[in-house]
């Protein structure tokens, strides 16, 4: 009987420890965007093939951001796969906050889009893996664009949107001319706003990284932001992000958005046309570059299992189990990310923004410029941006209220860029 009860438990033992080399848990945070959402279900496969339980933090963007840096920064431990994207991955890789990612030979690395690699990447060594990449594009109406006589282009003047907008703007049944970011956040509001900074010949900072949000480049922008969306925009703009103006867009009441290409995957309303983004006169960072990306914060027990993951989510095989999903198909799969996705034949035959997005994805300017001396297109890659970013978020968010005066709003972000950068010793 002894016999039996050590042989049992010796069993019990063995199954135990077989078990515990799948069965294990991850703590996942994201962003709660379409993709990430869908992500949730097309997972569950994943956990039944593995035995992996996956939880899942679905956050709204500004949340996400500041609670994924708070923990990762101190060491929290409170998330085993964070979603971060090309601001953040360099910088804290190479301050080791997060893990550097390597992956099979299945993975095909190579097949991942030079500019959505390149960004997530510090000296070569990829440290977050992209779930789906995007530029920003013009997304509108051409049905009410062609019964007001009006027509939008690739690379348009910024002139010649807010002209369209006026001719389709319609408030009384319901439909805005323009629909655009307005909530504060660094990666809200101001991810656009820089891209008309940028295409009005304006910059974040000089050569010596001295704030220029006083120049006469930020002042020309931030009036013709204001103005068109205040007039042409629907009320209470300063209150909507990505989320806010899909739900108004697939309502029917957004004539015109400029913003991620990749809400063309979630636009349920027919009609829609693409074009490259706007300019004053400098097409150099007039649409962004971003991926939302996986990445491991350093230190976390679940490595490993956390990294087999990431490298599932971000694969081909992930991208085909989309496909195949009965809820979801071609047309829903992420996009921005692999060259693969864009030669597939099924792909194109739904996916009528393809070959907008790959164009726009393609421009994006990241480098850094003699007009614009640092990383980034809609962001500086540098630590102190989320700070300076989100200072000057609230002040263009008031400014497009009507709180504060474009030249009073324009004045105080100045002055806290200015605090912030001294204080990081960039200069005296």
Known sequence: MKLFRTGALALALSATTALSAWASELTIAIVNNG??????????????????????????????????????????????????????????????????????????????????????????????????????????????????????????SWDNIKKAAAAIHKPDAGIYGACLRGKPGWGDNMAFITTVVNSFGGAWFDKEMRPTIDSAEWKAAINFYVDLLGNYGPPGSEGNSFNEILALYNEGKCGMWIDATIAASFLTVDGVAYAQSPNAGNPVGANWLWAWAMAVPAGSPNSEEAKKFIEWATSKEYIKAVADHPEFGWSKVPTGTRASTYANAEFQAVAKFASAEMAAIQSAAPQATDLKPYVGVQFAAIPEFPEVGSAVAQEMAAALSGAKSVDEALAASQKAADAIMREAGYYE
């Open 35 to 156: 993709h990430m959402i869908n992500m949730q279900k097309v997972a569950e496969k994943y956990t039944a093939d593995t035995g992996v339980k996956l939880n899942w933090v679905s956050l709204e963007e500004g949340v996400l951001r500041e609670q994924v840096t708070s923990d990762t920064a101190t060491g929290g431990g409170q998330y085993d796969i964070i979603n971060i994207g090309m601001q953040e991955a360099p910088i804290w890789g190479a301050a080791g906050w997060i893990e550097p990612l390597k992956f099979g030979a299945d993975y095909d690395v190579d097949d991942m889009l030079p500019a959505i690699r390149n960004g997530l990447s510090h000296e070569g060594t990829l440290y977050a893996a992209p779930f789906y990449g995007e530029s920003s594009m013009v997304m509108y109406r051409k049905d009410l664009t062609d019964a007001a006589g009006v027509t939008i282009a690739d690379n348009d």
